[in-house]
């Protein structure tokens, strides 16, 4: 039962179980027993929630040997609303129970007896409140069970959570209406400037799927120039600075060609304080290192000094895509060694801007293996035309090349003209405020992913960097033209524009354990790979075949389906649906009455390295 629908409130909602947490009821202190890896929250719901020391069972079955203990009252799974925020559920064992007019009393007991329910209360002729014994099923089942007798109007189990989502409060900064960057509405408020609905980071969605600004233990690191700790938006979160020039925690401030830094930190960790913007993890800490340098000796200490320092991500908006300048084997083992060794062996994720040279090839920097290469999309979702372009781009995220975004200004920054017309700070000469200004380029994407990145990490830190990195290119929203994608990757776009709301609920799945809802969708065909003669009959919705996976191109699925329907004579079944805004074909094997058959060609199927798994053929739908 790894989800269930239950009546919550006013209507229905779906939970999930969580993969590592369990809930506890004991009389006695079981923070010292072996089987308990971790204790989370102390009381919730009656139960001490933890983690257990599985070994190698799973978790269904380690929680059955822990309810044996004789010190154990009661164990029970820990739930999540599934599409909703990260707060966790506990049942606390009591079910509300609305019988139908006219139930005798006798009724409703044989009701009870069934699920060998103790009667707690009886609050009128229909309504009693019942909890489950040690003999009962899962209160949440027997809840379901109930709901769908005829004697019974309502069943809704009791489930505790936290009544506030602590530590948010949607931003009211004044100027995050300017940030489309995290929200796009159509609309710049205050300039006649059509831009794109949608085109934007989903930044907010992410922080009310999270319930908060993200976590303050999540370490920030933006290496670059120019930084003004004295910023209202940067000032209260910086730590542990360093100056690579000085060799020393003493950042020099106020000279006008260093102005760069302050910028990029805002967009990405500039803090919730009212006023201002805010960054894409406003509760993040800021850990500014100053003093960019192509010199060896400068690259193996700025990251040596994110390794031991405790930085989480490293942003970089900077790079050179000069040959002359190509990275040495020593400066990609720099990178590589932070990418390998930072955050106690998980590895910092690192991120650098491609360049804005309007290439056909990206920053020697952000080529690293290791590294997310960051491209630049616009508030109209195309590509930003100075974007360097290339095979190594990992993920676009809008930046400016429509309009621009709006983030933090040094104080001692003399600003430019911008493009056209010789206004200072601001694209069309209206100043948003006088610690502000419009801003772009890679630059300005680099940090926005960093600080998504950083709201990865603040519901699943155990994630390593190669984790982080896959997960922003699976949930990325492929935009652009879909010519511009081979094998789901774009040289202009990357595997997309960065979606922090999916990335963030894939950071949750992962954390719970929760079983991936939908396989990776295959490869996309090249040509001359055959000529097919096929017909098409519609399927039924019912009975259970052996899914093999899920693929984009019609060509593909065409060359799977002659290959198996040869290797096990069984009918081919094809589901066409969408998938994330793309058009995705289901394989099925085989279509039979009995589960049973199913199981018995997954077995065949599994003897010739044919993997799959039992699916009722009305799921596909």
Excluded at 560 to 578: D, G, T, Y
Aim: charge should be neutral; glycine fraction near 8%; charged fraction near 25%.
């Amino acid at each position: 039962m790894s989800k269930i629908k239950i009546r919550s409130g006013k209507g229905e909602v779906t939970l999930k179980k969580s993969g590592r947490f369990v809930g506890i009821k004991s009389k006695k202190s079981i923070a010292d027993k072996n089987y308990v890896k971790k204790e989370v929250f102390k009381n919730l719901g009656g139960f001490n929630i933890v983690t257990l020391d599985k070994g190698s069972n799973s978790l269904d079955n380690k929680l059955d040997e822990v309810r044996k203990k004789k010190e154990v009252d009661v164990g029970t799974h820990v739930y999540y609303i599934e599409g909703a925020s990260s707060r966790p559920l506990v049942p606390t064992g009591e079910i509300y129970i609305i019988f139908q007019d006219g139930t005798s009393k006798e009724e409703q007991h044989l009701a009870l007896d069934e699920y060998k329910l103790e009667l707690v209360e009886r609050r009128s002729d229909t309504q009693v409140v019942a909890r489950v014994t040690k003999n009962s099923p899962n209160p949440l089942k027997v809840a379901q069970w109930l709901q769908d007798t005829s004697l019974v109007k309502v069943a809704e189990p009791d489930i505790d959570t936290f009544v506030d989502e602590y530590d948010f409060d949607e931003p009211i900064d004044t100027l995050v209406d300017h940030q489309w960057h995290l929200e796009n509405n159509g609309n710049i408020i205050d300039a006649n400037w059509p831009i794109k609905r949608g085109a934007d980071a989903k930044v907010v969605d992410a922080w009310k799927r999270l319930g908060n600004l993200g976590s303050p233990s999540i370490v920030v690191a933006v290496v670059d120039n120019g930084f003004d700790l004295s910023h209202p938006d940067l000032k209260d979160k910086v730590h542990k600075p360093f100056d690579l020039w000085t060799n020393s925690s003493e950042l020099e401030q106020g000279d006008s060609r260093f102005t760069h830094g302050t910028p990029c930190a805002s967009v990405a960790v500039a803090a919730s304080n009212g006023t201002g913007i805010v960054g894409a993890a406003p509760n993040a800490k800021f850990m500014p290192v100053s003093g960019t340098s192509f010199s060896l000796r400068a690259t193996e200490q700025m990251f040596d000094y994110c390794i031991d320092n405790g930085a989480d991500i490293i942003s970089c908006s900077w790079g050179t895509t000069d040959p002359a300048f190509a990275l040495s084997p020593l400066k990609e083992e720099a990178i590589s060694k932070a990418a390998r060794k930072g955050r106690n062996g998980k590895g910092c994720i690192i991120i650098y801007a491609v360049g804005n040279d309007d290439l056909d090839f990206v920053s020697f920097y952000s080529a690293h293996p290791d590294v997310i290469a960051v491209a630049a999309c616009t508030s109209k979702d195309e590509h930003a035309s100075y974007s360097n372009r290339g095979r190594e781009v990992t993920i676009c995220a809008p930046s400016n090349g429509d309009w621009p975004i709006t983030a933090a200004r040094a104080w001692w920054d003399e600003g430019v003209s911008w493009e056209t017309g010789d206004f200072r700070y601001w694209r069309d000469g209206k100043s948003r405020g006088d610690r502000y200004k419009h801003f772009g380029g890679t630059s300005s994407s680099c940090p926005l992913v960093a600080g998504i990145c950083a709201l990865i990490l603040s519901v699943n830190p155990e994630l390593t960097a190669a984790e982080v990195k896959k997960i922003i290119t699976k949930t990325a929203d492929k935009i652009g033209s879909p010519s511009e994608y081979v094998n789901g990757h774009s040289k202009k776009y990357g595997h997309g524009r960065i979606n922090a709301d999916k990335a963030v609920a894939e950071a949750i799945r992962m954390r719970d354990g929760v079983a991936d809802p939908e396989p990776e969708v295959g490869d996309t065909i090249s040509t001359g790979r055959g000529i097919f003669r096929f017909n098409v009959a519609k399927q039924e919705a019912k009975g259970f075949g052996v899914q093999i996976g899920a693929f984009a191109e019609y060509g593909n699925v065409l060359i799977q389906a002659e290959k198996l329907q040869n290797m096990f004579s069984e009918p081919i079944i094809v589901s066409i649906n969408e998938l994330d805004g793309r058009t995705v074909y289901k394989i099925v094997v085989g279509a039979f009455s009995r589960k049973a058959d199913a199981q018995a060609l997954q077995k065949r199927m599994l003897a010739k390295d044919v993997k799959g798994f039992i699916r009722a053929i009305k799921d596909l739908k």
